[in-house]
T-cell receptor, first 114, second 114 residues
Framework: GAGVSQSPSNKVTEKGKDVELRCDPI?????LYWYRQSLGQGLEFLIY????????KSGLPSDRFSAERTGGSVSTLTIQRTQQEDSAVYLC????????????FGDGTRLSIL | AQTVTQSQPEMSVQEAETVTLSCTYD???????LFWYKQPPSRQMILVIR??????QNATENRFSVNFQKAAKSFSLKISDSQLGDTAMYFC???????????FGTGTRLTVIP
């Protein structure tokens, strides 16, 4: 039973570059979430996927952020033209469908923008 | 708006002692779920305990228990017989009905002192 897998574990890039972060959820989990955790802060919701439904993108902070989920499984979060304020840990979680559906988190990607 | 407040940024406890972490939340909903997550330096968010609002009985998981006061909108976590491995950030999270994401507090950094 593999858990949620995220890659890369750490990413350092220059301001203005594009980055892609990957999340592989737990097999069979239909819901997938992306959160951002800035230094000393709680988790900020970014985007939610549920099965084949349209994603809830209400948490994306700007149009530089986008995400997709292919085949209802792996998800990629893309940040274009990165800014220093994008530096954070990006956490992915997945859950089964239903009430009291605890979210299972990956280890996150620590993104550092120089 | 759903808000979660953790008023203790940092706490410490002697090994084998008991510590209580505070959490309050604001909602007009009646049925919802509450969670405590632990985040060790490895960054992975680990579910510690969950509480369903319609259940009056406080949830318990081994050394971890909660004091859920629905009227006061309070959800504190008690850790008994603290162990060195309990050193971590602890986040309180609120899951309202119909929401696509969890709402997190800013966390409490707990240090267990040998």
């Amino acid at each position: 039973g593999a858990g949620v897998s995220q890659s890369p574990s750490n990413k350092v890039t220059e301001k203005g570059k594009d980055v892609e972060l990957r999340c592989d959820p737990i097999s069979g989990h239909t819901a997938l979430y992306w959160y951002r955790q800035s230094l000393g802060q709680g988790l900020e919701f970014l985007i939610y996927f549920q099965g084949n439904s349209a994603p809830d993108k209400s948490g994306l902070p700007s149009d530089r952020f986008s995400a997709e989920r292919t085949g209802g499984s792996v998800s990629t979060l893309t940040i274009q033209r990165t800014q220093q304020e994008d530096s954070a840990v990006y956490l992915c979680a997945s859950s089964a469908t239903g009430p009291s559906k605890p979210q299972h988190f990956g280890d996150g990607t620590r993104l550092s923008i120089l | 708006a759903q808000t979660v407040t953790q008023s203790q940024p940092e706490m410490s406890v002697q090994e084998a002692e008991t510590v209580t972490l505070s959490c309050t939340y604001d909602t007009s909903e009646n049925n919802y779920y509450l969670f405590w997550y632990k985040q060790p330096p490895s960054r992975q968010m680990i579910l510690v305990i969950r509480q369903e609002a319609y259940k009056q009985q406080n949830a318990t998981e081994n050394r971890f228990s909660v004091n859920f006061q629905k009227a006061a909108k309070s959800f504190s976590l008690k850790i008994s017989d603290s162990q060195l491995g309990d050193t971590a950030m602890y986040f309180c999270a609120f899951d309202p009905p119909g929401a696509n994401n969890l709402f997190f507090g800013t966390g409490t950094r707990l240090t267990v002192i040998p």
